[in-house]
Every structure is written in structure tokens, then in C-alpha cells.
């Protein structure tokens, strides 16, 4: 018996020396073993490397035990006692003891069968409802009957195989109820249910589970497969934008090149005419001149002989006098009404008005084709205010469309319906019976706007621009049509109308109207903006042309403006 208590006093105290002369980076019982400035003991090679990495890392030097910082780096010197003491330990053939991390924490799961200071579990068994550390798992791989235990990960959560009410392991799956239970309960308050092994149902759930990760899987591999498409969509526009970009810079130069030509040419000719009626002028004043000059001496012979006063003389010497050159007509001399090259800048003011006039209709198709190439998704309406504004586009009106009466100010956004007719010149863009004005701009893509009315009423509309002019038919009338769509804002009511259509709205009323047009989706958008925005009416359809804002005025002194939103 004392014998048997002496081991075990040696094992104790054995044990206590492996925790005491084991190194905390390595786990092992020391090797060179070294002391610090701070007292505690490393393997020599284990504090070198791990200061090492403190030198690429922060540039100091700490013990990895209590953290105490070192400067300049400690000198090593081998503990030649403690060397000696772990030399002693070995002979007795104890091992390294477990260190600290190998310890269960708060957070990691116990060995169940550890006594005092308890080691990390390294997996859990469903059959015995317990976890176990290496050492006390090893009777599972040595005892037939253990083995057939299902061991897995370790897990806190075993007691909730437990049964609350029968303290019995729930091997059972209510299918009634879809719970655990133990075999007391499939007799008790589940009896008659469907009930299965919990094993079996398992076998179906799982099976359940790999056709939904299949799907999954499925899932997965289609939108992997839309991902590279819309990569290689935009690889596409990319390229494609990158060539559109490389040739129309290339043909607009080829333009900019052959206008610069004709300007040339045009100074050519000018400066050439010019110089030839200048030689042509310049040759007739100087013959005018060589004449004035031939007048000017004959004339002095005149005078002289008037002045004779001897008879015979006088009328000796008359014959004898030169006869005068023919003189040159006036109806010779053609002169302008020095306008001579106005004609020439009325010709090429002409060509610009019209090459403005192509240009502005082809750069309103090139950016309808452009705003409408085939992109896979399409923004949905915005939200908020803030939204809208990213939309937001500066339209002025076109004063060319204004009705006679309609006086355009604050740099043609905002429009006053006059008592008296303005000074417009003629143009076959303008509306000669309603009160009714155009903006300049045309709108493709996604377009917000808003207008800001005082009145008796408004109409703000948008229209193809082949809207009818003249007359005083609906053709020409924003929303009788089916080339323009209008919102009807009067103080106490809302209406939409196109093509003669008239819907009532309803709608808080406000002195500001937004619009939303997004052309290539074919919405069209009226809201009434204050402190909030409200949806008045949204159409949905099919836009085949650019439209332009438009803007309907109905008594004297009624207004309308294009806001500058931000």
C-alpha cells in the first residue's frame, strides 16, 4: 500500500515537473533551454524565431508569456542548472505536460471525464452523450462495442438530445408534431402519431436536403453562366463603344476637315472677286482722273483766252484750240449700294442655319440609338426626390414654336401668356392658334424635369415634334392627339389626356409638377412635388420618336417655368 502511494506521489510530482520545464511556444520539455530578463524560460531556438518574427513584424522583442517588452534584444545565454534539471527529468521518462491552450476554456467544450483542470474535447459521442479529450476517446477505437458509437464534432448542445420530461435519449421523430421525442413520449402524449426513427427521418430529410443543394447547385452554375454573359456583354459594349467612338471621331474630323475647305475656299473666292472688282474700280477712277486733269488744263486755255483783249487776236486763236476727248457716261460707272459680298454671308448664314437644322435632327437620332442600345437591365424608377435629380436635365424653350402672345424670359424657361403680340419672325415651327410652346431640346433616355405654374391652368405636356402647327384643329392641341401626352393642372383638379382620352386624377395640389421620362422603357411619369413627391399618373408605352417638353397656357398673365432643380 505505501508502496502503490508513493507512485502515485511520484507521478504527482513528475507531473508537476513536465509542467514546470516545458516550454509555452513549443509544447516539448525544454531544449537549450534559455532565461529571459523577466525570469521565464524558453528553448533556446523557440525565443530566437519568435523574435524574429517580431522584428519583421513590430520591431520589438516580448516574452510570449507575460508580454513584457525589451530594448535592445536580450543576449541568450544557455541556463546551463535548468539544462541540467530537464536532463534529470527526462531519465524518468516523463513527458511534456498539456499546455495552457490544450485546456478546455469558457468557450470550448470540456472532456466530461477529465477530473480537476479539464482538457479541450476533441469530439462528442452520440450514444454516450459525452465528450472526451484524446487520452478518453481512445476506448472508442479499442473496444469493439464503442466503436459502432457515432462520434462527431464536439458539441455543447448533447443534453438536448435528452428528453426534458422522461430523461431519455430522443432516438424518435414525431412527424405529427416535426419534433424529437423519446420512446415514453411516442407512448404518451404522441401516441397514434406518425412517428419514424429519428435516424430514418434523417435519411429523408437528407435526402431532401441534397435535391434543394442540387438546385442550389443548379442555381448557381445558371447564374454563373448569366455572370460570364453579362461580362462578355459588357466586353461587347466595351469594344463596340470603343470602335464607335474611333470612327465617329474619324468622320466628324473628316467634316470638321472638308467644312474647313469650303471655309477656305469660300475666303478664296471672296478675297479673289475682290480683288478683281477693287482692279476694276481702280481702273475707271483712274481713267476718271486722267480726264479730270485733261478738263482741268483745257479749261485754264479757256480762261486764258477770255481774258485776250485784242479782238483779232482772240478770234485768231479760238479755231486753233483742241477740240474736248469724248467723256466717259455716268451710266458707266455702276454703283452698288456697297453691299457687294452681304450676299455671299446671307448664302453661307443659309447653309449654317441648315446644317444646323441636320445636325440637330441626326444628333437627336444618333442619341436615341445610342440611349437605346440593347442593354440587358434597365434602372427601375426612382424612389425619392434625390433619385429623380440624378435625371435632371436643363430644357429651355424653343422660341420659334412660341405662340405670338407667349413672352419667353429668364432665358427661355419661363413663359408669360401677353396681351399683346410679340415680335416673332415667321417660322413654320410655330403654333399660330394655341397658346403653346416647345422646348428646344429634344428628350431621349432617361429625362426628369419640373415646372413650376401660376394661373388659372396649365397643361405640361411632351410631343413628338411633328405635331401639327397651324390651324386651330385638335391635331395641334396637346393630349387631343396620339402625338403628345399632357397633364392638366388647374387649383382644383388633375387631369391626363391623350389622344382625346381624359382620365380625372387625384392628387394633393401643388404649384409644381415633376415629369420622369424614361424613353426606352416607354414611361412617362407626372407627379405633384411639394415637401414629398406624389404619383399623379404613369403611362406605359411604346415611344417612336424623340419627344420635346411642351407647355400649354390658358388666360393673360398665366405663367410657366422650367425649373433649375438641384
Known amino acids: 500500500m505505501q508502496t502503490l502511494l508513493n507512485s502515485k506521489m511520484a507521478q504527482r510530482g513528475n507531473q508537476m515537473n513536465s509542467e514546470k520545464f516545458s516550454c509555452s511556444i513549443c509544447l516539448d520539455l525544454l531544449k537549450d533551454p534559455v532565461t529571459i530578463p523577466c525570469g521565464h524560460s524558453y528553448c533556446m531556438n523557440c525565443i530566437k524565431c519568435f ?37 534529470e527529468l527526462k531519465k524518468t521518462g516523463v513527458q511534456a505536460a498539456p499546455a495552457d491552450h490544450c485546456y478546455a476554456g469558457p468557450e470550448d467544450v470540456a472532456c466530461d471525464v477529465c477530473t480537476g483542470r479539464k482538457l479541450k474535447a476533441i469530439k462528442s459521442c ?10 478518453h476517446l481512445q476506448p472508442h477505437f ?10 462527431v464534432a464536439p458539441s455543447k448542445k448533447l443534453q438536448e438530445n435528452i428528453c426534458s420530461r422522461h430523461d431519455e435519449v430522443m432516438k424518435i421523430f414525431c412527424r405529427t408534431d416535426q419534433q424529437s421525442i423519446c420512446y ?79 471655309s477656305s475656299d469660300v475666303k478664296q473666292q471672296v478675297r479673289s472677286q475682290q480683288e478683281t472688282e477693287v482692279s476694276r474700280v481702280k481702273e475707271l477712277q483712274e481713267k476718271l482722273e486722267q480726264e479730270i486733269a485733261e ?31 469724248e467723256s466717259t457716261h455716268s451710266s458707266s460707272i455702276n454703283i452698288g449700294p456697297l453691299r457687294y459680298f452681304e450676299d455671299v454671308t446671307a448664302a453661307v448664314s443659309e447653309t449654317r442655319d441648315k446644317l444646323q437644322d441636320i445636325l440637330r435632327e441626326e444628333w437627336t437620332n444618333i442619341s436615341l440609338t445610342v440611349t437605346e442600345e440593347d442593354v440587358l437591365l434597365s434602372p427601375s424608377e426612382p424612389k425619392t426626390r434625390a433619385g429623380f435629380l440624378k435625371y435632371s436635365h436643363e430644357i429651355t424653350l424653343d422660341p420659334n414654336t412660341a405662340y405670338r402672345y407667349l413672352l419667353l424670359s429668364e432665358g427661355n424657361r419661363k413663359v408669360t401668356l401677353m396681351k399683346q403680340q410679340q415680335s416673332y419672325s415667321h417660322h413654320s415651327d410655330r403654333f399660330t392658334v394655341w397658346c403653346q410652346v416647345l422646348s428646344r431640346e429634344s428628350l431621349t433616355g432617361r429625362c426628369y424635369w419640373e415646372v413650376e405654374w401660376r394661373g388659372r391652368k396649365v397643361y405640361v405636356a411632351v410631343t413628338y415634334k411633328n405635331i401639327s402647327r397651324a390651324g386651330s384643329s385638335y391635331e395641334c392641341f396637346f393630349g387631343w392627339n396620339d402625338k403628345s401626352w399632357a397633364l392638366y393642372c388647374d387649383t382644383n383638379s388633375y387631369k391626363f389626356q391623350h389622344n382625346n382620352v381624359h382620365t380625372v386624377l ?26 414629398t413627391m406624389t404619383l399623379l399618373h404613369r403611362v406605359q408605352t411604346t415611344f417612336t420618336q424623340p419627344l420635346y417638353a411642351g407647355l400649354y397656357l ?8 422650367l425649373i433649375k432643380v438641384r
Open 51 to 87: 523574435w524574429d518574427e517580431e522584428e519583421e513584424k513590430k520591431k520589438i522583442h516580448s516574452c510570449p508569456q507575460c508580454r513584457k517588452t525589451f530594448t535592445p534584444r536580450p543576449v541568450l545565454e544557455k541556463n546551463i542548472l535548468l539544462a541540467e534539471l530537464v536532463e
Open 126 to 135: 452520440l450514444v454516450c452523450l459525452a465528450s472526451y479529450c484524446e487520452k
Open 142 to 151: 479499442d473496444a469493439a462495442p464503442l466503436k459502432k458509437h457515432k462520434l
Open 184 to 262: 415514453l413520449c411516442s407512448m404518451d402524449e404522441h401516441k397514434g402519431h406518425e412517428t419514424v426513427p429519428a435516424a430514418a427521418e434523417r435519411t429523408e430529410k437528407q435526402k431532401e436536403l441534397e435535391v434543394r443543394r442540387l438546385n442550389i447547385q443548379q442555381r448557381i452554375q445558371d447564374r454563373e453562366k448569366d455572370v460570364k454573359l453579362l461580362q462578355q456583354e459588357v466586353e461587347a459594349i466595351n469594344g463596340s463603344a470603343d470602335k464607335a467612338v474611333e470612327d465617329s471621331e474619324k468622320m466628324l474630323t473628316e467634316l470638321i476637315r472638308l467644312i474647313q475647305k469650303r
Open 295 to 325: 478738263l482741268k488744263r483745257k479749261d485754264a486755255e479757256l480762261e486764258q483766252l477770255s481774258h485776250t483783249e485784242d479782238h483779232n487776236q482772240f478770234l485768231h486763236n479760238y479755231p486753233s484750240l483742241s477740240a474736248l476727248s
Open 506 to 531: 387625384s392628387g394633393p395640389r401643388s404649384s409644381r409638377v415633376g415629369v420622369y421620362l424614361d424613353h426606352r422603357a416607354g414611361i412617362l411619369s407626372f407627379y405633384s412635388v411639394s415637401e
Open 554 to 561: 390658358w388666360g393673360d398673365g398665366d405663367t410657366a417655368e
